[in-house]
């Protein structure tokens, strides 16, 4: 990988510091029996080899660290990884599945589920997996589809974490993890990141969508002054690319601060499959798998065939009053500097607030539920600044 965009000074000062002590670190890393001697090998030595614990589950094997290369060549592979303990002592499993091609080559690892409501994520890989023949396959994809099991279950955004008291973590603000993190999110994210992620990994893509009362168009998340990142961005039929570092934290960036390749990609609604846009990601995925020399065939269709807009900046639009919300634009509509997108209302029909956009650009994201209380983003538009200067950080 070419050396990446020049870091602004401040891009790493919103980092949570973790718990560094000695006596800390000592606490969390005992562990006793056979297994625990095998998983403390593989933290001291991430990417040192597969380990399985021993458990099968649903007829799945377990392991706690995965080398891809240690999977049998020509076949798909299904296994769980075992992810952070829970306050009972049992562990959080994550799905992962690996195709293997026929032959040796590159290795691209999808990801969904980060957070608990994108289904749409699930289903896009869910879908590239289920069209690969590893027998025409030089190389391997592996794919992880349920990161933040808790918060599938729930079907909402964040970690429901206990640990210390009731509380809602943002998994996709705690790459690349601590395994000795003081919240489970952390160390979950530094288990699947040491021991999964990053030893199988030549590029990566990680899958979202907007989050629960806010949908949002399909787009790419992407720094694209990095040559390998845009070769791969390029070839998605998708309308709109945020050509952003956006903040420290979240996983693709984990994956690019450590030489990986990788962006985001964002597909409309949360709780929701939507099938319009899922067809769009699949075959631009499968368009990176050429790339790469995983799958042979030629290119299906990308961003050349596309209408492509182009932003380095989200200007967001949030509420300031409670009421109902009417959106006077959709989706990818283009707008001008102080053009009205938005009414509220309140109980009594009276309007008590209308919105417009600051600068000329095009609908990239919207509030989805009805009613907004001050403080809720109701859109953001994707523009140009002619001087980007670094990570922004939204409110979501």
């Not at 606490?27 to 998983?39: D, I, Y």
């Not at 067809?279 to 050349?304: A, C, D, Q, S």
Request: proline share 6%; net charge negative.
């Amino acid at each position: 990988m070419s050396n990446g965009p020049e870091v602004h000074p401040n891009r790493r000062d919103f980092l949570i510091t973790t718990m560094a002590t000695a006596g800390a670190t000592a606490a969390l890393a005992v562990s006793t029996g056979a297994a625990g001697a095998e998983e403390a090998a593989a933290a001291a030595n991430p990417g040192s080899g597969t380990v399985y614990t021993g458990d099968v589950i649903q007829g799945k094997k377990v392991v706690s660290a995965l080398d891809v290369n240690d999977l049998a060549p020509g076949q798909k592979h299904f296994l769980y990884f075992q992810g952070v303990e829970m306050p009972s002592g049992q562990r959080w499993h994550v799905s992962v599945t690996v195709v293997r091609g026929a032959k040796p080559g590159r290795r691209v690892v999808l990801v969904s589920g980060v957070h608990g409501d994108e289904m749409s994520s699930i289903h896009t890989v869910q879908t590239v997996m289920n069209a690969l023949d590893p027998a025409q396959m030089s190389g391997t994809v592996m794919a992880v589809t349920d990161v933040a099991s808790p918060a599938i279950e729930s079907m909402q955004r964040r970690w429901p974490n206990y640990g210390r008291g009731s509380d809602l973590i943002d998994l996709n603000r705690e790459w690349p993890g601590n395994e000795n993190g003081i919240t489970a999110p952390s160390r979950h994210a530094g288990l699947l990141f040491n021991r999964l992620l990053r030893p199988n990994a030549d590029a990566a893509i990680d899958f979202h969508t907007g989050t629960t009362g806010f949908e949002v168009s399909a787009f790419n998340i992407a720094g694209m002054d990095v040559p390998e990142i845009k070769a791969m961005v390029d070839l998605f039929p998708v309308g709109q690319v945020f050509d952003n570092h956006v903040y420290p934290g979240v996983l693709h960036n984990a994956f690019v601060d450590v030489g990986i390749p990788s962006f985001c990609a964002e597909i409309g609604a949360a709780r929701v499959l939507d099938l319009d846009m899922i067809p769009l990601f699949v075959e631009g995925t499968l368009n990176v798998l050429k790339l790469h020399g995983i799958l042979p065939g030629t290119m299906g269709r990308t961003g050349k065939d596309v209408h492509v807009f182009v932003g380095n900046s989200a200007f967001p639009i949030l509420a300031t009053e409670g009421g109902l919300v009417e959106h006077l634009v959709k989706l990818n509509d283009k707008v001008e500097a102080g053009q009205k997108i938005a009414v509220q209302r309140n109980g009594f029909g009276e309007v008590v607030a209308e919105y417009a956009s600051g600068v000329a650009g095009e609908v990239t994201g919207q509030r989805s539920d009805a009613m907004a209380e001050p403080g809720n983003p109701l859109a953001f538009i994707l523009f140009h600044r002619g001087s980007a200067d670094g990570a922004e950080i939204y409110p979501e």
